[in-house]
């Protein structure tokens, strides 16, 4: 072979992981390796851009329809309210995976989100969306890898979110992303894609992951 063809072969096997998924380009983590699937991640919010509180973790009192809450179940995600706080952390399974090692994860992938952790209540810690008028998010989801029998509730996609380069003292901005609950798993389902943002009660002051209308929740993910 050519050297220069064998070359150029080399390098597109060495690049090929990072440049695939449509030319999406990949998650990457606080120290700006790519985000894999089956490892656990910390869901660190931008807590610098005026967010406040602290990591994503369980809480006790998922909204009913009767708006009554259990509160000895933990299912309901909420975001810490001390800002010192990793919360729990999470793993991420593209749809369709169906390899045994981990693969790379892209933005706009399908995704089913979990913690690393069990709940009390729930059959499951898959995050899934909740509720009809007030459209939480929470955990008792199914991880599903077969599009076919899959439920738009528990698919979601991340995204990263373009930033200025103002008032970071020359440097480059930090690389943000926010997540959506979306799916292009169910053709039929007609799901509106909404950004996962925080909505905070105002008689217990919990800071609920909630689909926003008032701008979505700003994060990266740190490596456990």
């Known amino acids: 072979m050519n050297p220069a063809a064998f070359?150029?072969?080399?390098?597109?096997?060495?690049?090929?992981?990072?440049?695939?998924a449509a030319g999406r380009p990949p998650l990457r983590d606080t120290h700006g390796n790519l985000v894999e699937s089956g490892?656990?991640?910390?869901?660190?919010?931008?807590?610098?851009?005026g967010g406040?509180?602290?990591?994503?973790?369980?809480?006790a009192g998922a909204p009913t329809n009767n708006n009554h809450t259990h509160a000895s179940c933990h299912v309901s995600i909420i975001q810490a309210n001390n800002p010192t706080?990793?919360?729990?952390p999470v793993t991420f399974t593209p749809r369709d995976n169906k390899q045994y090692r981990p693969v790379t994860i892209?933005?706009?992938?399908?995704?089913?989100?979990?913690?690393?952790a069990s709940s009390a209540c729930a059959r499951s810690t898959v995050w899934k969306v909740s509720g009809s008028h007030q459209r939480f998010v929470s955990v008792g989801g199914e991880k599903e890898i077969d599009h076919h029998?899959?439920?738009?509730?528990?698919?979601?996609?991340?995204?990263?979110?373009?930033?200025?380069?103002?008032?970071?003292?020359?440097?480059?901005p930090p690389v943000l992303f926010k997540i959506v609950a979306c799916s292009s798993a169910c053709k039929d389902c007609h799901v509106s894609c909404k950004d996962v943002g925080v909505v905070?009660?105002?008689?217990?002051?919990a800071r609920r992951l909630a689909l926003a209308n008032h701008g979505p929740l700003l994060v990266q993910f740190k490596k456990v």
């Open 85 to 88: 706080s990793h919360g729990l």
């Open 149 to 172: 029998r899959s439920s738009a509730s528990n698919w979601f996609k991340i995204f990263r979110v373009k930033q200025q380069h103002n008032n970071h003292g020359g440097k480059a």
């Open 106 to 116: 892209f933005g706009a992938m399908d995704l089913n989100i979990q913690f690393a």
């Open 52 to 59: 406040g509180g602290g990591g994503l973790t369980l809480a």
């Open 39 to 49: 490892r656990q991640y910390l869901i660190v919010p931008a807590t610098y851009y």
């Open 7 to 20: 070359l150029t072969f080399l390098l597109m096997i060495t690049l090929s992981p990072v440049l695939t």
């Open 200 to 205: 905070v009660d105002a008689k217990t002051g």
